[in-house]
């Protein structure tokens, strides 16, 4: 199992910790270093910046949102990131929810996901290998377009910058059954949301029997601290934020999630007391227990003990989301 950096989006403006955490991690041997994006910063051009102050580290988005951008955009931003970096790039994808790409990038969300997602990914891997002009019959990404509001005139187009690696890694963040079972047939890894290595079942079915090189790559909060309640607190936090603020009480893909892995009823609660902005009250009725299944927060003997519970299912790739370089080596050091 490799270890990677996740470092997300920005808060209210850019960390100036990201590129020294990159580098620390670099050095210490992390195969990989991972941008993220929601309604803010844009995950490709902090992951530029690191690519030009690292040497060997990969360079992965987890996750670019594909309403943000047309997939021959985010192709074009793959391409010529990997160009620079010397074929480090790793494009991870995500679909998010109604609230963000209705509320932020202004678009409808699909009505079929798995179908636009599928439609995405195929546009990706035309430009990425460069066999032909990009043509694609599709539902929501046709190339050219063809709807009826346009001029009939688009012509079907070979990217001009001959791509380094027509087979660049495009992982995909996939959450419902269905979603998760059509990524391990179109892209060449998975980035889950929230991941238990105690509760490999709520995965099973969707995932079956994975070809050889599929990448799993869960992101989880890491920090060495003889506190476990207190290290908890920014995983609970981060829980509260996503069950009960990102998504409409109606449709909420993380609490979804949640209730698929055993804490329906917890879900619930966090959703409802966030939604009537009772926000501490949310971050206080995350379960501390799943907040600690889908973390490694505690001393470094517990640490230890735990990691070895994701070595034994099918993660390829633990992504670490830690500001902390003490953490950061602790588990470089586990992990070797």
């Not at 460069?130 to 990217?159: I, M």
Request: aromatic share 8%; charged share 20%; glycine share 10%.
């Amino acid at each position: 199992m490799r270890l990677g950096l996740a470092l997300g989006y920005w808060g209210r403006g850019p960390s100036a910790d990201h590129v020294p955490l990159a580098q620390e991690a670099e050095r210490l041997g992390y195969h990989s270093v991972w941008t993220a994006e929601s309604w803010g910063s844009d995950a490709f051009t902090p992951l530029t910046w690191i690519a030009a102050q690292t040497s060997r580290i990969r360079l992965g988005t987890a996750i670019a949102q594909m309403a943000a951008r047309s997939p021959t955009t985010t192709a074009m931003h793959a391409l010529t990131l990997d160009h620079l970096s010397g074929g480090r790039m790793m494009l991870g994808l995500g679909l998010s929810g109604p609230q963000v790409v209705e509320g932020w990038y202004g678009r409808p969300f699909p009505k079929s996901p798995l179908t636009a997602t599928r439609e995405y990914v195929e546009v990706v891997r035309q430009v990425l290998r460069r066999e032909a002009p990009v043509e694609l019959d599709g539902r929501f990404h046709s190339h050219p377009y063809r709807g009826a509001d346009g001029t009939g005139l688009g012509k079907a187009l070979k990217s001009i910058t001959h791509p380094l690696r027509a087979e660049l890694p495009v992982l995909l963040g996939a959450e419902g059954p269905k979603n998760i079972a059509q990524t391990t047939r179109i892209a060449d890894g998975w980035l889950p949301l929230y991941w238990s290595p105690t509760r490999p079942q709520a995965y099973e079915a969707s995932l079956g029997d994975l070809r050889e090189g599929f990448l799993v790559a869960p992101m989880a909060r890491a920090h060495v601290c003889d506190d476990l309640a207190e290290g908890l607190l920014p995983v609970k936090a981060m829980l509260g934020f996503y069950i009960g603020g990102m998504g409409h009480a109606a449709r909420n893909f993380h609490a979804d999630l949640m209730a698929r892995m055993g804490f329906e009823e917890e879900a619930r609660r966090v959703q409802e007391l966030f939604l009537a902005g009772r926000r501490e009250e949310a971050v206080l009725a995350v379960p501390d227990a799943f907040a600690d299944e889908i973390s490694l927060v505690g001393p470094r003997e517990r640490i230890a003990e735990r990691l070895e519970l994701w070595r034994k299912g099918p993660v390829t790739d633990l992504l670490v989301l830690s500001p902390d370089p003490h953490t950061l080596r602790v588990l470089a050091e586990l992990n070797s």
